[in-house]
């Protein structure tokens, strides 16, 4: 069997279940957003977001403010004050070249229903791809605000801060996904093994969400604004047009229902539209727990049996004497 062949999500779940482990991974409501420029810039584009943040929507505290703030990373990491004084000091720090991480948790009253004390309510982190002028922000929520009757308060304000984010001139992708959480990336750069997607998202999205932002440069390369509203139009898609002051104006698009309730239907014509200016990177293993990727034609169609630890496939270098028992041959069956 070629590598390319085994269904790694079906391995993984049966795995899950042979180890006796649950399979149903929790999915979480998340903003992504690529900025390109130097720390003292983006140390600004933040602060513009966690304004937006602390403004609200509908039914979110709009007197918040972290009450956690951390940055750096590993070695270089430090806790800082809870409130406004510790968002300053963590933006003051990325100005000034101090750090290059920031990390800030809300807990938001009004969205905590049964939440723990302890769980958080919105997570920011923004952190830079190394040796690049590039910077990865992220705004999620925990699973226990991914109910139905507070989902529609964080869509909002997540729709809202992906259409103001898109308005700064340092934004060159962003969008809103309902997913399993990926430690590096987004699903679509970790189902197809991606390594670089966010140094490549002036040109390129990293995927297809339920909502996407697209800049002038994205849209020109789809043919033009008017083509792409008139494609979205065909694909039942919404088209939302977002001045960018003076850049040329990008564009929101995505479904007309909520990011929740996108369905698969809706999410393929997104897939579609933006396929021609996708990174295309085939497919040869992906074990873990269901993304909202599309499978490549003739992919991940065969099993892998649930009892091997570490799956190894005709096309993989020869398994060498010494390997132990974790490996073993995919049979060809």
Known sequence: MLRREGDGTAWWQARQRLLGRRTDVPHVLKLRLVAEGDSADVAQWTRRIIEQVHGGVGGLDPAASADGAQTGFAETFERLPAGPEGEDEALARLADGRTSNVFLRWSLASMRRDAEETEPSAVLILQPVFGRPTWEL?????????????HQDIDALWEELLDSAGRL?????????????????TP??????IPDGATQA????????????????HLDALGGAAQVAARCAELG???????????PPGAVVGGEEPTL???????????????PILIHQSYTWYAGPPLRVFKEPGTAFRRVPPDIVTPWFDDDPPLEPDSG???RLVPDV
């Open 261 to 275: 309730h996108t369905s698969d239907a809706t999410l393929a014509a997104v897939r579609d539209l933006l396929n």
């Open 202 to 217: 002036r040109t390129h999205p990293r995927g297809y969400f339920p909502r996407n932002f697209l800049t002038a440069t």
């Open 169 to 185: 001139p340092l934004t060159v992708w962003g969008a809103v996904s309902y997913d399993v959480p990926v430690p590096h990336g």
């Open 138 to 150: 992220g705004l999620h929520t925990g699973p226990a605000q991914q109910t139905e009757d507070r």
């Open 237 to 247: 898609l919404r088209y939302q047009p977002v001045p960018r002051g003076d850049l």
């Open 325 to 327: 028992d974790a490996r």
């Open 188 to 193: 679509y750069e970790t189902y197809f093994a």
